[in-house]
Structures are given as C-alpha cells and as structure tokens.
C-alpha cells in the first residue's frame, strides 16, 4: 500500500526509456498499486501517544550543556597602555579573536573586568544565550561568582556592571583556568598593547 506517486511515474508512456524498463522488469512480479486507505486522525494520535517512551520526553541532563559559547579572556596592562583579549568560540568551533586596546590607563584588574565586559558585551550581540567564559584573575572570576567582597570603588562599579549583563543570557558561567590554559587570550591581550606601527 503507498500514496506515492510511484504509479503515476510508472504508468506515464513518455517517461524515460529507463522508467519503461523498470515498469516492465516489475511488471513480471504483478506488482499492483493500491491507494493507502484513510486514516482516521485520532487514531493516529492514539497510537502517537501510546507508543512513545515516555523517557525521551524528559529533559537530557546534558541537554543544558548545548550550545554553549566559549569565552576566554585576558586582560593586560603596563607603562605603554592596556588592553585586552578576547578569544570566543561558538559550539561548533567558529572563533571569533578580539586584541583591544584601550585608549584610557587601567590597571591588571580593571583590565581584566574590561576584557570580560567587552567580551559579554560581543556575545550579546551576537544574541548568544548561553556562554561560559574563563579568565585567569582570581578577583574578578572570585568577585563574579559572589565569592569575594567587592571593597573598593572600581570593582564596585565593574561588578555592578557585570551584574546588570547577566539578565541577557539565560546561562552564564565564569570559571577561573590556569594562565596556561588561557595562553590564545594573553598573546592576543599583549599583541593589543605593542606600540602602534606607523
């Protein structure tokens, strides 16, 4: 039983040499096309319902873990100026590289902060809804996930700053990872920093 258009194909005499073959070859089996009879649309949706387990309906644990976007930052600063890296990479491995440099004095943290916010600020632009993003300072992943106290003013403003982004991504993670693990983010960060060709 088909509702194909298998027949129509078959039947039709000016079709190609090639269906006229296969129309005869098949034709020695007594091959007969029947139109498929009506079915009756809830007893297709009882059947829909009966037979689907009932385990694929519940969310996959690691069903949160998809589509996430990489961010790595890196924040620099010395006599010359400051700057920063960006490196963000989307699920699928497209990879966005940022070296900034900023036209204002920071110092290491605020350079840090600055790198983070600009790299959120891509990311929500980009309409990326969850990102995971990695720095190698201790004080602004610490002061982020609330696990340090933000005491003076700058990091007051920073963290307040970071906290009124958060709505825009429905996930968002920042984790701490060893200088060794953040080496694309720091190259790009010191490349922001050399001194303008001209």
């Known amino acids: ?23 005869v070859e098949l034709g020695e089996y007594d091959v007969k096309f029947e139109d498929r009879p009506a079915i009756k649309s809830q007893v297709l949706a009882d059947f829909v319902g009966d037979n689907t387990p009932t385990e694929c309906m519940e969310e996959d644990p690691s069903e949160s873990e998809r ?33 900034l440099r ?28 969850k990102i995971e993003a990695s720095s190698d300072s201790q004080l602004v992943v610490g002061l982020a996930n609330g696990e340090y106290e933000a005491r003076e003013d700058p990091m007051i403003k920073y963290l307040s700053h970071f906290q ?15 200088r060794a693990e953040n080496v694309r983010a720091d190259q790009l960060s010191k490349l922001a920093m050399a001194e303008e060709v001209e």
């Open 164 to 178: 009124g982004m958060k709505s825009a991504f429905k996930v968002l993670r920042i984790v701490k990872v060893p």
């Open 102 to 129: 900023f036209k204002f004095k920071a110092i290491n943290n605020e350079a840090e902060w600055e790198a983070l916010i600009a790299g959120l600020t891509i990311a929500k632009h980009l309409e990326v809804r």
């Open 1 to 23: 039983l088909t509702d194909n258009l298998l027949k129509q194909v078959l039947a039709t005499p000016d079709t190609s040499s090639r269906l006229i073959k296969w129309s």
């Open 67 to 99: 589509g996430i976007w990489k961010l790595s930052v890196d924040g620099s600063s010395c006599i010359t100026g400051s700057g920063a890296g960006l490196v963000l990479m989307n699920p699928d491995g497209w990879t966005l590289e940022y070296a």
